[in-house]
């Protein structure tokens, strides 16, 4: 076992055994195993503890990556995982779900060297299942309580973070969520085989027992409007995320078996939860014996036809208008989805769908990449008489979300927000137009990662906080 750090000369950067594609097919199990503590160790001792840490840099939430690497490899395993927790809520999904190959790993020295990235996610998810399993791992604990509550609207990985972070500072926490359990789109928007749901419920189990109050099944709007609730706790937060599907606009995109991405993965989800979910039982929404065609390049996409197969689909395409080095989801979820079996329709557009009643077949055209635009993408426009057709028995549109009406949704017109329809904030408290009301997630920043939700979730805490002690000492000297 290494002693020392900068072990990459000696010791090859790998990643946990994976499991065969052809084994992963058939269910939706977690397709990586667990490292062994040796394994474990080896691989943070890879780690070059260089001057500028590029990976905790380019860390969403400037995770001490250098530090807990360097405690794994000591068998500080508890010290590790301390560290972890210190700057995130939720390392364990971190670790699981995080498209490291763009974010830290991407940018390791080591990887841009040559060397080999060290396997920053895969040690992470090590040290938190290590520090669950050991009991080291506890709720949430106010030194002292502070007479004052705050209102979260949202039970995603934003509010949950912003929760934690506030009842550890005293408040008395309610968390309001629309659907029936805790979490989001971590329990259904994400498909067990990147995120076991039990990996999530033990943690929203956690922050109950540290006091905050789940009320689930709350629709603000139609249990309450924001105004009741903002005269119910001393502030508000807003962490809905962005669930609107957009819409693709074409001939036939009104026939029957055309779906969302997120109706798609949800009825997948609760199957899983043990739900009753009859658009999937009868077969409405399940891929089984079917022809797929997903539509779309990011994550979600990749969740999509990922699920598709192992619900048995017949075949499972991709079709993206882009090639395969613009893709904006993780490179690694494409690789893992060639390997089960997807076919890439790369530089492809839908322009039409057809059948009588049902989906029969998608139109779509080729595309070529012309020049760059304002973000340095290059723009795909169609190759003219390029039009070829998919025979498909199911479309899914994951071409991305946009946020709901809220200010109609919650009566609250005096919101503000952008002409995107996101939240309008202050950097950096995050407190919208509406004094004491804050926002945090993809309402305000746009459909982003979960690692950016809860980094936002943990800076609204805090400008919560500020706001709320700024309140009272002004209160106090009146």
């Known amino acids: 076992m290494p002693d020392r750090m900068q072990q990459f000369i000696r010791i090859d950067g790998a990643m946990p055994d994976k499991r065969a594609a052809e084994e992963r097919r058939k269910d939706f199990d977690e397709i990586y195993d667990e490292y062994s503590d040796d394994a474990a160790v080896r691989q943070a001792s890879r780690c070059e503890q260089c001057g500028i840490p590029y990976c905790q840099v380019h860390c969403p939430l400037q995770n001490n990556i250098p530090d807990w690497l360097r405690l794994a490899t000591e068998g500080r395993l508890q010290e590790a995982y301390e560290t972890s927790q210190a700057t995130n809520t ?13 974010l830290c790993e991407g940018s390791c020295v080591l990887e841009q060297s040559r060397h080999g990235t060290v396997t920053i996610g895969a040690v992470e998810k090590y040290i938190t299942d290590t520090a669950w399993k050991e009991g080291w791992v506890k709720a949430p604990k106010a030194r002292a309580k502070l007479g004052m509550s705050v209102g979260i609207i949202g039970g995603g990985p934003a509010g949950l973070a912003a929760a934690d972070r506030l009842c550890t500072m005293g408040y008395e926490v309610h968390v309001y969520d629309r659907y029936d359990r805790m979490g989001g789109l971590l329990i259904y928007g994400i498909p067990n085989f990147k995120l076991e749901k039990e990996i999530v419920e033990r943690r929203t189990k956690l922050l109950a027992e540290g006091g905050v109050i789940y009320h689930t099944e709350f629709e603000v709007g139609r249990d309450a409007s924001l105004a009741d609730l903002r005269a119910e706790h001393d502030a508000i937060l807003i962490a809905t995320g962005v669930y609107n599907a957009r819409e693709l606009q074409a ?30 039982d009868d077969g409405t929404l399940n891929a089984q014996g079917k022809n797929v065609v997903v539509i779309g390049g990011g994550d979600t996409a990749m969740d999509c036809v990922r699920t598709a197969v192992r619900q048995g689909a017949n075949s499972v395409k991709c079709l993206y208008r882009r090639d395969r080095t613009n893709m904006p989801g993780s490179q690694r979820e494409v690789a893992n989805a060639e390997e089960e079996g997807v076919e890439f329709i ?15 077949a998608v139109q779509a055209h080729r595309m070529h990449l012309g020049v760059a635009d304002v973000t340095g993408r290059q723009t795909p426009e169609p190759i003219k008489d390029s039009s070829f057709n998919i025979d498909a028995d199911i479309a899914i549109k994951a071409l ?19 002409r995107w329809g996101t939240v309008k904030v202050t950097e950096p408290s995050k407190m919208t137009e509406l004094d004491g009301v804050f926002a ?26 500020q706001y709320l002690q700024s309140a009272r000492e002004r209160a106090d000297a009146a």
């Not at 939720?90 to 763009?102: H, L, M, N, T």
């Not at 026939?255 to 999937?280: C, E, H, Y």
């Not at 459909?447 to 400008?463: H, N, Q």
């Open 90 to 102: 939720f390392p364990e999904v971190c670790g699981r779900i995080c498209p490291q190959d763009r």
């Open 251 to 280: 001939p036939g995109s009104g026939l029957q078996n055309i779906f969302a991405a997120m109706d798609f993965l949800t009825a997948s989800n609760r199957k899983g939860l043990g739900d009753a979910v009859p658009a999937f």
């Open 346 to 360: 790369w530089l492809s557009a839908p322009e039409a769908f057809h059948g009588k009643d049902k989906l029969e």
């Open 400 to 418: 991305g979300f946009d946020p709901e009406d809220l200010p109609t949704l919650f009566g609250a017109p005096e919101l503000g927000v952008t």
């Open 440 to 465: 945090a997630g993809d309402i305000y920043r746009g459909a982003s990662l979960v690692v950016w939700a809860i980094r936002d979730g943990r800076e609204a805490a805090d400008g919560i906080h």
